[in-house]
């Protein structure tokens, strides 16, 4: 941890990294780049990820990453600092599937789902979804599928399309209940700003999204289950933003909890 000359500093930003078994935060001297003060936290015991290649057990909750997120910012920011932060950028290793239900909670909050495999969150080194990647990219080659020539003509298990099949497949309570699906870092941002967006590196790669593509088309996702194409489009809706632009501002109640300026 290290500080710097209070009066030197009139703007700050905070970076949050979210990784596997650990989250960090930094503050940041806005007009020099100035590592003010830092802090980790590892992930509550009973549901820190075992990093085996499959592994299904001790998935997360979405809770376990949102409080240590809270927990973060509120630590990173002495007390002096507290006026002087402009903006909170997310990230996390990609790509970590977080599923939510129509009234904005994550389905592991949902009575009788906490301890529910595919409500849980699944970590980007999931892999027991391969059977359904595999199934993917046999029929996105039949098809010769455009976003194939994005993806270095690959699927993998670790992103979200046959996690989501993998859910639709072995636990269809479950699934019928998504109303939203997010990546780790766009799950983060929607807690802190209440605002639906999309991060374009999530969505365009690991969600086999484009710009000039749009979603994978109809044919094939509906190839792969009947209907699936609008479950699809309707579980990754949203604003998609590019590095750089703004997903929103601080929700007041938080700036309220942690004494933080309006509009960050």
Not at 41 to 53: C, G, L, M, R
Not at 62 to 74: I, P, V
Not at 85 to 104: K, N
């Amino acid at each position: 941890n290290r500080r710097s000359c209070m009066r030197t500093v009139s703007k700050t930003v905070i970076g949050v990294d979210f990784g596997t078994q650990s989250a960090r935060a930094v503050l940041v001297n806005a007009e020099n780049g100035e590592i003010i003060y830092s802090c980790r936290k590892e992930y509550p015991y009973n549901s820190t990820p075992v990093p085996a290649i499959d592994c299904a057990e001790n998935l997360p909750c979405a809770t376990d990453y949102e409080m240590t997120l809270y927990e973060l910012l509120r630590n990173v920011i002495p007390e002096e600092y507290r006026k002087t932060v402009a903006g909170i950028c997310v990230d996390a290793t990609s790509l970590t599937m977080v599923l939510l239900a129509e009234d904005g909670r994550a389905l592991s909050e949902l009575d009788g789902w906490s301890e529910a495999a595919h409500a849980r969150v699944k970590l980007w080194k999931y892999h027991r979804a391969q059977e359904k990647a595999d199934e993917a990219l046999n029929l996105a080659r039949n098809l010769q599928e455009p976003f194939l020539g994005r993806t270095g003509g690959s699927i993998s298990c670790e992103w979200m399309l046959p996690k989501l099949l993998e859910v639709r497949d072995e636990a269809p309570e479950i699934y019928s209940k998504i109303d939203l699906a997010m990546d780790l870092c766009e799950f983060l941002t929607f807690r802190l700003t209440g605002q639906l967006v999309r991060s374009i590196g999530s969505l365009s790669y690991k969600c086999l999204w484009a710009e000039d593509l749009s979603f994978p088309e109809r044919t094939f996702l509906n190839g792969l289950r009947a209907g699936f194409y609008e479950e699809y489009c309707h579980f990754l809706r949203g604003d998609v933003r590019k590095p750089g632009e703004c997903a929103g501002v601080l929700r007041s109640e938080l700036t309220k909890r942690w004494g933080l300026p309006e509009q960050i």
